[in-house]
């Protein structure tokens, strides 16, 4: 009987540790979060969402931000430096723009850009959040800080159907569920995911575990839905924000993420 429960109980933690695995966006909280990596209860409930605006025919809302969007020559993205515009592709056509407050801020404005005729367009603009402690350009798991850099996006998933993306799109109850001992604040993050392609092999569904850097570089890094706070390293958006970003993002256009703090983002 000693021997069918020790079975038993082993077979059981297999389980939870392959659910585990599988829940890893956001890397691991080491002040308390989930040792699933996703956010934990140390982070701050979630403020009152702000009334949207209107948005572009056929669209979700697009919210209005509480901090502004940087302006500039149009033919250039606002706010971004030499080095960081180097990175863009010449052949991409939409850019998720992350303007961090400050290096320790873990908070955060997303404009989604066009590349039009006449240079970058704003298409949409959002408040949001990054990671707890920030921002970093040497970015490791577990230190509460959003990598800065220039990022392709490719794939997205989440706990809900497919909104119609042209990004592959892996829906999964039991993979995007949080844990049931979970804050409510946290239970709807996991909606809606994009991947950022840091440390990640493109072309594999948002819950792939696969670190190409080792696992000590951290990865896991999402947009996802907004919980009013910080995250681990994932960028927090509201709803309609992803709703729009996942009906609009075109791979044809090859997207990308462009994410820091805003000092660092203009150096």
Same mark, same amino acid.
């Given at each position: 009987?000693?021997? &069918?429960?020790?079975?038993?109980?082993?077979?059981?933690?297999?389980?939870?540790?392959?659910?585990?695995?599988?829940? *890893?966006?956001?890397?691991?909280?080491?002040?308390? @979060?989930? &040792?699933?990596?996703? +956010?934990?209860? $140390?982070?701050?409930?979630?403020?009152?969402?702000?009334?949207?605006?209107?948005?572009?025919?056929? !669209?979700?809302?697009?919210?209005?931000? =509480?901090?502004?969007?940087?302006?500039? =020559?149009?033919?250039?993205?606002?706010?971004?430096?030499?080095?960081? !515009?180097?990175?863009?592709?010449?052949?991409?056509?939409?850019?998720?723009?992350?303007?961090?407050?400050? &290096?320790?801020?873990?908070? *955060?404005?997303?404009?989604?850009?066009?590349? !039009?005729?006449?240079?970058?367009? +704003?298409?949409?603009?959002?408040?949001?959040?990054?990671?707890?402690?920030?921002?970093?350009?040497?970015?490791?798991?577990?230190?509460?800080?959003?990598?800065? @850099?220039?990022?392709?996006?490719?794939?997205?998933?989440?706990?809900?159907?497919?909104?119609?993306?042209?990004?592959?799109?892996?829906?999964?109850?039991?993979?995007?569920?949080?844990?049931?001992?979970? *804050?409510?604040?946290?239970?709807?993050?996991? =909606?809606?995911?994009?991947?950022?392609?840091?440390?990640?092999?493109?072309?594999?569904?948002?819950?792939?575990?696969? $670190?190409?850097?080792?696992?000590?570089? @951290? @990865?896991?890094?999402?947009? $996802?839905?907004?919980?009013? *706070?910080?995250?681990?390293?994932?960028?927090?958006?509201?709803?309609?924000?992803?709703?729009?970003?996942?009906?609009?993002?075109?791979?044809?256009?090859?997207?990308?993420?462009?994410?820091? =703090?805003?000092?660092?983002?203009?150096?």
């Amino acid at each position: 009987m000693q021997i &069918k429960s020790v079975r038993r109980a082993t077979a059981t933690a297999a389980v939870l540790g392959a659910v585990l695995v599988t829940l *890893s966006a956001c890397e691991a909280s080491p002040s308390g @979060g989930a &040792k699933n990596g996703l +956010p934990g209860p $140390h982070t701050r409930p979630p403020r009152a969402a702000r009334a949207a605006g209107a948005g572009p025919a056929g !669209q979700p809302p697009a919210r209005q931000p =509480d901090r502004p969007a940087p302006v500039g =020559d149009p033919g250039r993205l606002p706010g971004v430096g030499e080095q960081w !515009q180097a990175l863009i592709p010449d052949h991409s056509g939409q850019v998720v723009a992350v303007y961090g407050e400050d &290096k320790d801020s873990a908070d *955060s404005t997303v404009v989604l850009y066009s590349r !039009q005729v006449g240079g970058w367009q +704003p298409a949409g603009s959002w408040p949001a959040h990054n990671g707890r402690a920030g921002w970093t350009a040497d970015h490791s798991a577990g230190d509460g800080r959003s990598p800065i @850099g220039v990022f392709t996006v490719t794939d997205a998933g989440g706990v809900l159907p497919d909104p119609g993306t042209r990004l592959s799109y892996a829906q999964g109850r039991d993979l995007y569920t949080p844990p049931h001992y979970w *804050s409510p604040a946290y239970r709807h993050d996991f =909606d809606y995911v994009i991947a950022i392609d840091y440390n990640r092999l493109r072309g594999t569904p948002p819950h792939d575990t696969t $670190h190409p850097w080792g696992d000590g570089r @951290g @990865g896991g890094i999402w947009l $996802h839905l907004d919980h009013g *706070s910080g995250t681990s390293a994932c960028i927090g958006l509201p709803r309609e924000a992803m709703e729009y970003l996942l009906r609009t993002l075109d791979p044809a256009r090859e997207p990308v993420v462009v994410m820091g =703090d805003r000092p660092s983002l203009r150096s």
